[in-house]
């Protein structure tokens, strides 16, 4: 059962980290794993679940179709499917990035919104069956006010923002 249930939103900036290596090669779902040290504090005490919400990368060697603020369905905890070890915050943007791989750099992600709670699955199947399910529902929803007006969130508009400086006192 997916609702939508305003949270936030809450804005992160970090940079993409290699994942499990899971999203494009197992479930076609290629993600962007925000660094957990961006994370870790703000949604210790949030819900895992599936959530929606506007991310950019901020990455110069990216076509500009690419450097602009995309719909980000995501997943935000422990995965029970595959048993994760680690608490995650794995982002699907809406685009076709051309299956070029943007590890280390920087990524604004906003989640505006809550879909429903993780849940564990019978088969890779029902999964990657839930997964677009998700993904359908989500990139609706942030075509609706109030979450689409987010898209042009500070967050993503503001022109002084060091996005190095802010990255480097952050891993420090």
Known sequence: QRVCRPVGP???LGRVVAGFQ???KQLGWPTANLDPASFEHTLDASEEGVYVGWALIDDDSLP???RVVHKAVLSVGW???FDNKKRTVEAYLCHDFDGRDFYDAPMKL???AFLRPQANFDSLHALKEAITADIDYGKNLLMQPPLVELASDPLFTAADVDVEEILQLSSR
Request: hydrophobic share 35%; glycine share 6%; proline share 13%.
């Open 110 to 112: 906003l989640i505006c």
């Open 10 to 12: 809450f804005r992160f």
């Open 22 to 24: 899971r999203g494009s």
């Open 79 to 81: 995965n029970p499917f």
């Open 64 to 66: 500009p179709s690419s």
